[in-house]
């Protein structure tokens, strides 16, 4: 009964190609608008989570200026080395802590020279920051303390000034000073916020204000505590030490900013997540305009059939048979377009997520649940022209011209 009903209803809707495309259209949009969106936002997710982690683990920044925002302040007090000796010895939870300070200079070797930013900084970097290295390895604690010009390059500075050659041992000039390369950085490729990460070179931190900056301010301090569950308690503590160390009333707010490095991702999730609620109801929406015109095109399929109804209904068909095989086209009609729906969205998310570099993340459950919800749909728009046609009278059906 239900195997004859479903052939005999794909056999009407294949009579019907363009009124069955038509009609398909805004299960299409609706289901394919679903998939689509879900499966990009599961990559972008993934994406920024990656590269989150790749900043590093269990970190808090900490620069300059307050009210939360983004990056140093110029005329905010920096830091000293005096600030950074205190959070050291007396925060607990911190196991790396390395202060950095950073801005755009000129590199040379032979007759290239390439504009990149130059960071200051200690070893503890290297960790935090999860570098790891091709060739050559991070500058000492030694050199760090000594503040000899040594360096580790990036990939892109290496390109741009070495081709494919190894760096290490060279000799470059940074704004007219010599800097011996020890070290040549493995790749990251593009950051969080969309700067390449290899287009760096890093120095040690008294180096780099003994022969740039001329004092021994400092930008930033990013600080890594051993897991996660210890990050506030060791924000607390830095908080207060630094408040003491740059006499800061009570009564007034941080003079400073501290970023816990995870909230960056929960922040690009959150408004993630707004954005695919906003855009599922849009495509509820066309799901319930495509149930709608099922329900539009049966109703107008049961008139166009009237006397095949009555013929049915007269040589003994029962109510619930005329009503099955309704309930099963417009079923039929719906999934198929549901399916035609996840066809389109699993293409639009791979065409999208292969342009812009995110992972393509299709989800199992997530495709079973709009093919199943489609015919859900069905069902639901389908029901009052089926019952409609089982209610037609045998005699008027016959007669219906």
């Known amino acids: 009964m239900i195997f004859s009903a479903l052939s005999l209803a794909l056999r009407e809707l294949w009579a019907n190609k363009l009124r069955t495309f038509l009609t398909c259209l805004g299960m299409i949009i609706g289901v394919g608008s679903v998939i689509a969106l879900l499966t990009i936002g599961a990559g972008v997710t993934s994406s920024i989570n990656r590269e989150f982690a790749s900043i590093g683990q269990n970190l808090v920044w900490i620069w300059p200026g307050g009210d939360q925002q983004r990056g140093p302040s110029r005329e905010a007090k920096r830091f000293t080395w005096h600030d950074l000796d205190l959070v050291r010895r007396t925060v607990p ?90 070290g040549l950085l493995a790749p990251k490729g593009a950051g969080t916020f969309g700067q390449d990460e290899d287009d760096r070179i890093i120095l040690p931190l008294r180096a780099y204000q003994r022969r740039f900056t001329g004092d021994d301010y400092i930008n930033t301090l990013q600080l890594m505590a051993a897991n996660k569950d210890d990050v506030p308690r060791m924000m607390e503590g830095a908080r207060a030490v630094l408040r003491q160390a740059r006499n800061v009333p009570a009564d007034k707010p941080d003079d400073f900013t501290m970023q816990d490095v995870s909230s960056f991702g929960d922040e690009a999730n959150s408004v993630l997540g707004l954005m695919t609620l906003f855009v599922g109801a849009v495509a509820f929406i066309s799901l319930i305009v495509g149930g709608i015109g099922i329900m539009n095109i049966m109703l107008v399929s049961v008139t166009e059939r009237t006397r095949e109804i009555g013929i049915r209904l007269a040589i003994g068909a029962q109510e619930r048979d005329v009503m099955t095989q309704f309930l099963i086209e417009a079923m039929a009609l719906a999934v198929v377009g549901g399916i035609a729906g996840v066809l389109f969205g699993l293409a639009i998310a791979y065409l999208v997520t292969g342009l812009l570099g995110w992972a393509f993340l299709p989800s199992a459950p997530l495709i079973l649940g709009a093919t199943v919800f489609s015919g859900l749909i069905g069902v639901g728009f389908g029901f009052f022209p089926a019952r409609r046609a089982a209610r037609l009278n045998p005699i008027e059906a016959l007669r219906f011209e």
């Not at 960071?119 to 500058?139: E, H, K, M, Q, V």
Request: hydrophobic share 40%; charged share 20%.
């Open 93 to 182: 939870g911190v196991v790396r802590i390395a202060p950095s300070v950073g801005a755009g200079h000129t590199v040379k070797f032979g007759n290239l020279d390439v504009n990149t930013t130059i960071i200051g900084t200690t070893p503890d970097y290297f960790d935090i920051r999860l570098w790891t290295f091709a060739s050559g390895r991070p500058f000492s604690d030694a050199e760090s303390s000594a503040g000899r010009m040594v360096c580790a390059m990036g990939q892109t500075v290496r390109d741009k000034l070495f081709g494919v050659a190894d760096p290490v041992g060279q000799r470059v000039r940074i704004d007219g000073v010599a800097c011996e390369v020890v």
